[in-house]
């Protein structure tokens, strides 16, 4: 089995931009999912801007081909109940995290795979990881490739 990741919305959306980090993070991973919390906050601000006509259909396309190399992973009874101790977790112990993140990260957590984000602020925990940060547009704080694994 390779390395399992389960990515969040602003890696994806960095890869999008463009972000080469983004992109070599992503290829660092044999098995690449998101949650279907992830696919709907990627794709819910380009549907939009298409329909306001301030996107073309075919950038919106290419930002569903794009989710489609990704397996989508749906929530569950094991994942709901992982995000409501998560979510009741960080009641006890400050910050709260959103139901949304709580989500993403009982995915990650149900299905055993690293949760690879950007976001220091809302995710915690052993199988988070962090692998560069923007500040503004660049790149800063590049982490090492995740280990290889059998």
């Known amino acids: 089995?390779?390395?399992?990741?389960?990515?969040?919305?602003?890696?994806l959306?960095?890869?999008?931009?463009?972000?080469?980090?983004a992109i070599t993070e992503i290829s660092y991973y044999d098995d690449a999912a998101i949650s279907a919390v992830t696919w709907i906050e990627v794709l819910s601000k380009p549907m939009a801007a298409a329909a306001w006509s301030k996107l073309s259909p075919a950038t919106l396309q290419m930002v569903r081909d794009f989710l489609e190399d990704f397996a989508v992973l749906h929530t569950d009874d094991a994942i709901t109940a992982e995000a409501a101790r998560i979510r009741a977790?960080?009641?006890i112990?400050?910050?709260?995290?959103?139901?949304?993140?709580?989500?993403?990260?009982a995915t990650a957590n149900v299905t055993?795979?690293?949760?690879?984000?950007?976001?220091?602020?809302d995710f915690r925990g052993r199988n988070v990881r962090?692998?560069?940060?923007?500040?503004n547009?660049?790149?800063i704080s590049v982490a090492k490739p995740p280990?290889?694994?059998d």
């Open 1 to 11: 089995m390779g390395r399992l990741a389960l990515f969040d919305s602003n890696v």
């Open 13 to 21: 959306i960095d890869a999008l931009n463009g972000v080469s980090q």
């Open 89 to 91: 977790s960080s009641f």
């Open 93 to 105: 112990n400050p910050p709260k995290i959103r139901l949304p993140d709580a989500l993403i990260l």
């Open 112 to 121: 055993g795979r690293l949760l690879v984000t950007r976001d220091r602020k």
């Open 130 to 135: 962090f692998p560069y940060e923007l500040q």
């Open 137 to 139: 547009t660049e790149v």
């Open 147 to 149: 280990p290889a694994t």
